[in-house]
């Protein structure tokens, strides 16, 4: 179990927002307008039904190509790069995103075809990205559509790409219809390709699930107060950063960009736009690079300070004194971790001295248990603002508009 | 030469103003108080002076691992990811920055002792990052210290590591004084370690002086223009966005967030908060994560969109039609790079019409005179800006009582 402190003034929070959101979440989740509440148990029979193909898997492929972008690669990668280090074993993930073609170019020359599983995800099935980057590898590589064994497909069951996919009989794994691309990571889209990697995604499942059970049993009200304070002060700080102490932590903040920024970032019922603008950090690096905004800039921001207790590696800092170089002798003999945890305290000691809003997140270690907590707090921490502001937290109108003129710039 | 619009309203802009921009900047360079508006020349003669040590380095060593953080491996990183295509020869360049312990490893890891010159950066010369690495170094790879020829120092020349740099006979490259650690990309901070891996640095160097020079003939007026918007509506916009359509710009992102946030947020005369937020953003990945909140969130951002008109590579989307898939079609036939241009166009039509403030800039192609020039461009928006704020641009005080704070911890 993760540790959480509200560093910011709780008592100004009017009781009646706090029940609001939550009764609004658990109306959500009753009512099965929204999917992503019960993922983490759903998901568990598809771990299982991944488990008895698991042999077969690791016997022909020890590379695994995820096709998609957006919500269907950033939640993928959060989890590799948190538990990589812990998973050694894991088969290598190579991710097919962006239309950049530097990109695709080297991503390509690291695929071996004869050990790959392809797996092309888009929650719509039209993601341009996604498939002219799949069209690329079908030419490039020579793929074999019809029962292919090494191409599966996750995408809504109703979708062009569900259809494309049984037309050729790949195997296909379903994003069910009320999960939006961004809360699907506990979906078949993040646990098809994990699983099949050989990632402990029971664990993580479980440890999501662990949490949604402590927060409708009124247990981790820390989250409702968190997310009353944010909407309530989102005039007066309308960005909210995370500083994460690791660089494990650069995937997972991206993740944290999406599924805040695309959540939230709307037209309320009334037509005025509201948001608020998550920004991810990495600890100690933008230290030299961000603070001193946080700490004498504008107060227009709130922190999250994340930071992880005890590390799977003990590198210690010498116990050298170097002539000239005395004052850095106070750090000999401590760990790395040690001082990196330290950094992050005294970094967040000078940011509240400096009147910011902080919140800290405190894990005991990188593990699948924590991870899935962190990714059901986080939704739900994004759920019950967006409730909070009265808006449709799970559409993404905004974006259309690009797409119909990006198509009709094609087809003059 | 790149090119610049400003789609914003250049009208209402106070001609005084810019006026006021222009002259303030210029003085700067006048009086030399600040230095990195000389680098540009000052750095050619060093050039020339690596450039007769290449045989030999080229000989010994294949790789160059840089130890520093923020402003001591920013820049160079930047540089790296966006010439490292088109400069398929040059040495492996390893960063040690962050005092995360499993980076530290995995980058120990891929250092060949025999193989590595070490370049040891800091411009204070006392950065526990920096310095607690060095010394992980100096015992893992049981590295000699005295006269060691892998074994080079960038510092202050009055620093305390000159001082112990000198102790050892090491050899020593000087950052001058009146050049601030995150303006210090084009002296032999990024210039030594760029140059002896084999980057064209003296073609970076004439781009940046290039710009400078039309800059100070009033040739390059825009510059002018955007920092005086930006600052006239800072309490409108306090995000400035730079949404970039390459992951070639991932670094140089981050490389201009230092460079906007530390400079600009600060105290200003008269002890008020003041500061511009920015933002890093890749197209087309971005589109599928924040451009929502662009579009429909408050219009609290500015928005800067950057492309490339030709790609070193010509990857083309084959002319497939998938059944059921037929949507897609419209892009085929046409390259990788046609479709993420295009998508840059569209997105910031739909951004646009969304009423944000828009500029954008052009590049031909990624080759060092833009790179350079792409340097002086954001150093001199930054500058411009920071006199128009009225504040010290150049130095960091909020981040000083954090250091003391971390030292105090390991002192009780």
Chains 1, 2 share one sequence.
Request: some cysteine; aromatic content about 10%; glycine content about 6%.
């Amino acid at each position: 179990m993760l540790q959480y402190t509200n560093h910011f003034d709780t008592k100004t929070l009017d009781p009646f927002t706090l029940e609001k959101g939550f009764e609004a979440v658990h109306y959500e989740e009753q009512n099965k307008a929204v999917g992503y509440y019960h993922l983490p148990k759903l998901s568990q029979a598809l771990v299982k039904e991944l488990d008895t193909m698991r042999d077969e898997i690791d016997s022909r492929f020890d590379t695994i190509a995820v096709i998609g972008i957006g919500g269907s690669s950033l939640g993928i990668k959060a989890i590799e790069r948190l538990l990589r280090s812990g998973t050694p074993n894991a088969k290598k993930l190579i991710y097919l995103e962006n239309s950049d073609p530097l990109s695709i170019i080297s991503e390509m020359e690291e695929i071996d075809k004869s050990k790959t599983l392809f797996i092309l995800i888009s929650k719509s099935g039209g993601t341009v990205e996604a498939l002219s980057i799949f069209k690329r590898l079908i030419v490039s590589f020579e793929l074999t559509l019809d029962n292919s064994d090494q191409i599966y497909v996750i995408s809504d069951d109703n979708s062009i790409l569900s259809r494309f996919a049984d037309e050729h009989h790949l195997r296909r794994f379903a994003i069910p219809d009320n999960v939006g691309g961004r809360f699907s990571v506990l979906s078949a889209v993040g646990i098809v390709p994990l699983t099949l990697a050989g990632f402990d995604t029971a664990s993580i499942l479980k440890g999501a699930q662990d949490f949604l059970d402590r927060f409708w049993n009124r247990k981790e009200e820390h989250i409702l107060q968190k997310a009353s304070y944010y909407v309530s002060h989102k005039d007066q700080y309308p960005m909210n950063v995370l500083f994460a102490y690791s660089d494990a932590f650069a995937e997972f903040g991206k993740w944290v960009v999406q599924l805040w920024g695309e959540s939230l970032g709307k037209k309320n019922r009334y037509g005025e736009r509201v948001g608020l603008t998550p920004i991810s950090l990495i600890g100690s690096v933008d230290q030299h690079s961000f603070l001193q905004l946080i700490i004498e800039g504008p107060l227009n921001k709130t922190v999250t300070f994340m930071h992880v207790e005890s590390s799977a590696e003990h590198l210690m800092i010498p116990k050298l004194s170097l002539k000239y170089l005395e004052k850095s002798d106070f750090i000999n003999g401590k760990s790395f971790n040690e001082l990196i945890n330290a950094q992050c305290q005294a970094t967040m000691q000078s940011v509240l001295q400096s009147g910011v809003s902080v919140d800290e997140i405190a894990w005991k270690k990188i593990d699948e248990i924590s991870v899935g907590e962190m990714i059901a707090y986080y939704e739900l921490l994004t759920s019950i603002s967006g409730a909070l502001m009265e808006i449709n937290t799970y559409d993404q109108p905004g974006v259309e508009l690009g797409k119909t003129i990006l198509t009709s710039y094609f087809q003059k």
